[in-house]
C-alpha cells in the first residue's frame, strides 16, 4: 500500500469492527534450521508485461499471486492498471515461468470500491475453489474476499473482510497488501496497515471461515526501524515455512521511493528478527528503481520460487512502468 492523501470523514474515525486476540503460528521442526536465505538465481527479463494501450493493464503490471493449480498449471492473478483504475487480471503458465498467456480482466472496482482494487491480493485454494482477498478502495482502504471456481467469473462477498481498526490505532487508516496462508484450522493474513501519520507496517490476523478475522493483539508485529531499507515504510509482505523457520519478505520503501525487498525470521509468526543485511535490489533497466510485491512457492526441492513487481521509475503507487519478475531463493 502506497502513502497517498487521505480524506478526514467524521465517520471514518468510528472502531472498527475486528476483534483481537493473542495466537501464534504452530511451531515448526527445528532440525537443520536456516539463518538467511541466498538468491540462486534472478531472471533478467520480466516475465509479465504491459498490455496495448487499449488494454486493462497498458500502464503497469504488478502485484502477482501465482497459484498452482490441480493440473499442474499455474494461475497469476496479478494488478493492471490502465492509467485511471486498478483491476485484477489473469495469466496462466504450464509451468510458472514463461510463457505467461493472459485471459484478461477478471474483477473490477464496484461501488464503494471506488477505483482502486486487487492492489497485492492474494489467491489461495483447491481444485473445487479459489479465494482470492484483494485491496478494495483507496480512501480508508479494507480487504475484501471473492470466490471462483475457474478463475474468470468471480463472486464478490458481501459481508466480513477485515476492515480498518479503532481510533487512533497502528491501523486506523487503512489496511491493505493481504497476504493468506493456512496451517491447521485457521487461515493466517498478514497485511499492511495505516496510521494517521501516514506510517505503514505490518500485522497478522486469523479466521476459520476466510471471511470474519480476528487481529493479533500484538500488531503490529514489525514495526519501522532505523535501516534506510524500509525508513519510508513496510508493505507487501510474503510469509512461508523453509528449513525449520518462517520466514517473511517484505516491501521496503526508502524516502525518495525507491522500493527493495527485506527479510525477517521468526519461529511463531509473531516475533520477527530482520537478517542484517539481506537486500533483494532491482539489477536490470526495467526494475533498476523499484522492486516489491513479492509472492512464492515453496518447491518440492526446497527452492523457494519468487514473483516480484518491478518499475524504472520511483513512483509510490502507480505508473512506475511495472512489470513482474522471478527468482529463486534458497534458505541455508
Known amino acids: 500500500m502506497s502513502p497517498r492523501p487521505l480524506i478526514f ?3 471514518l474515525m468510528l472502531a472498527g469492527c475486528d476483534s483481537a486476540v493473542h495466537f501464534r503460528l504452530p511451531p515448526l521442526a527445528q532440525n537443520e534450521r536456516a539463518s538467511t536465505l541466498e538468491v540462486v538465481n534472478s531472471e533478467a527479463a520480466p516475465v509479465l508485461t504491459p498490455g496495448a494501450p487499449s488494454e486493462f493493464d497498458a500502464v503497469d503490471v504488478l502485484n502477482p499471486s501465482v497459484l498452482p493449480r490441480p493440473d499442474g498449471k499455474y494461475w497469476n492473478l496479478y494488478s493492471g492498471f490502465d492509467g485511471k483504475t486498478w483491476h485484477t487480471g489473469l495469466a496462466v503458465s504450464g509451468n510458472g515461468h514463461t510463457p505467461w498467456t493472459k485471459l484478461g480482466r477478471v474483477l473490477s472496482p464496484e461501488g464503494s470500491e471506488g477505483d482502486y482494487i486487487a492492489a497485492n491480493g492474494t489467491a489461495f485454494g483447491g481444485p473445487a475453489e479459489v479465494l482470492y482477498w484483494y485491496q478494495a478502495g483507496r ?14 467469473t468471480w463472486k464478490k462477498e458481501t459481508e466480513g473482510g477485515l476492515q480498518p481498526g479503532p481510533y487512533r490505532s497502528w491501523d486506523e487508516f487503512g489496511v491493505a497488501d493481504p497476504y493468506v496462508i493456512q496451517a491447521g ?12 501519520a501516514q506510517r505503514q507496517q505490518l500485522g497478522m490476523a486469523r479466521s476459520r471461515d476466510g471471511v470474519h478475522w480476528e487481529k493479533n493483539a500484538a500488531n503490529p508485529i ?10 519510508g515504510g513496510l508493505g507487501e509482505p510474503a510469509v512461508f515455512a523453509a528449513r525449520g523457520s518462517y520466514w517473511m519478505l517484505y516491501t521496503g520503501r526508502m524516502w525518495d521511493e ?8 521468526s519461529d511463531d509468526g509473531v516475533t520477527w528478527t530482520r537478517v542484517p543485511g539481506w537486500v533483494f535490489a532491482g539489477r536490470e533497466a526495467w526494475d533498476r528503481k523499484v522492486v516489491c510485491d513479492p509472492t512464492v512457492e515453496v518447491q518440492p526441492d526446497g527452492t523457494i520460487r519468487m514473483w516480484f513487481g518491478g518499475g524504472d521509475v520511483a513512483s509510490p503507487d502507480e505508473r512506475l512502468n511495472g512489470r513482474i519478475g522471478v527468482a529463486t531463493l534458497r534458505a541455508r
Open 258 to 265: 525507491q522500493r527493495r525487498i527485506g527479510l525477517a525470521r
Open 139 to 152: 480512501v480508508r482502504p479494507h480487504i475484501a474476499l471473492a470466490r471462483s471456481t475457474d478463475g474468470k
Open 185 to 196: 484450522e485457521f487461515y493466517y493474513l498478514y497485511y499492511t496497515g495505516l496510521d494517521r
Open 9 to 11: 470523514v467524521a465517520l
Open 222 to 231: 514489525l514495526e519501522l526501524g532505523s535501516d534506510p531499507l524500509d525508513e
